[in-house]
């Protein structure tokens, strides 16, 4: 009578197939989560763009400084923070003027970042208006992509690595 089943040493190699082709498959979907993010990041920053533009031509400025919005209420800071230093976000006060639908908050629901860049943010100077944002499928930088902008410490202070201007 001969025996019929798998050996240990069997069920052993194909269960550290199946282990290693778990660990490709899910290292692949973090990969696509994190690309899916960013591709809302940047769309969230046209969007940002947009209603600043918009705002910009019915009051001749960007939210600026007195404006009651961003930090010290000057239109400049995280997107989205308030209370504290900020009186009103810069995003309620784009919705207070009609200039946005709704909130646009950062994918992983951070309204301000410590160095990982996932909040947005605003900053004006001389040369425009600038909105900032982290991605996190492109490289982090020590000293780089928002160099020459209003915020050139931006990448080292708090991880953005991804901006653009009016």
């Not at 082709?21 to 993010?37: H, M």
């Given at each position: 009578?001969?025996?019929?089943?798998?050996?240990?040493?069997?069920?052993?190699?194909?269960?550290?197939?199946?282990?290693?082709?778990?660990?490709?498959?899910?290292?692949?979907?973090?990969?696509?989560?994190?690309?899916?993010?960013?591709?809302r990041r940047k769309s969230d920053v046209n969007t940002i763009?947009?209603?600043?533009?918009?705002?910009?031509?019915?009051?001749?400025?960007?939210?600026?400084?007195?404006?009651?919005?961003?930090?010290?209420?000057?239109?400049?800071?995280?997107?989205?923070?308030?209370?504290?230093?900020?009186?009103?976000?810069?995003?309620?006060?784009?919705?207070?003027?009609?200039?946005?639908?709704?909130?646009?908050?950062?994918?992983?629901?951070?309204?301000?970042?410590?160095?990982?860049?996932?909040?947005?943010?605003?900053?004006?100077?001389?040369?425009?208006?600038?909105?900032?944002?982290?991605?996190?499928?492109?490289?982090?930088?020590?000293?780089?992509?928002?160099?020459?902008?209003?915020?050139?410490?931006?990448?080292?202070?708090?991880?953005?690595?991804?901006?653009?201007?009016?």
């Amino acid at each position: 009578m001969t025996r019929r089943g798998f050996t240990l040493i069997e069920l052993l190699v194909v269960i550290a197939i199946i282990g290693l082709l778990s660990s490709i498959v899910l290292a692949s979907l973090n990969t696509a989560r994190d690309r899916a993010r960013d591709a809302r990041r940047k769309s969230d920053v046209n969007t940002i763009l947009t209603a600043l533009a918009l705002y910009q031509t019915a009051n001749g400025n960007t939210i600026q400084a007195g404006s009651g919005c961003g930090y010290n209420g000057d239109g400049y800071g995280w997107f989205n923070a308030q209370g504290g230093s900020y009186p009103t976000s810069i995003a309620q006060c784009l919705i207070n003027a009609d200039y946005l639908q709704q909130e646009v908050i950062d994918p992983t629901g951070n309204r301000t970042s410590g160095t990982s860049g996932h909040a947005y943010m605003k900053y004006h100077c001389a040369s425009g208006t600038y909105v900032y944002a982290g991605l996190a499928s492109a490289p982090r930088f020590v000293d780089g992509p928002t160099n020459g902008t209003c915020c050139p410490d931006c990448d080292v202070s708090y991880g953005m690595n991804y901006w653009k201007r009016i």
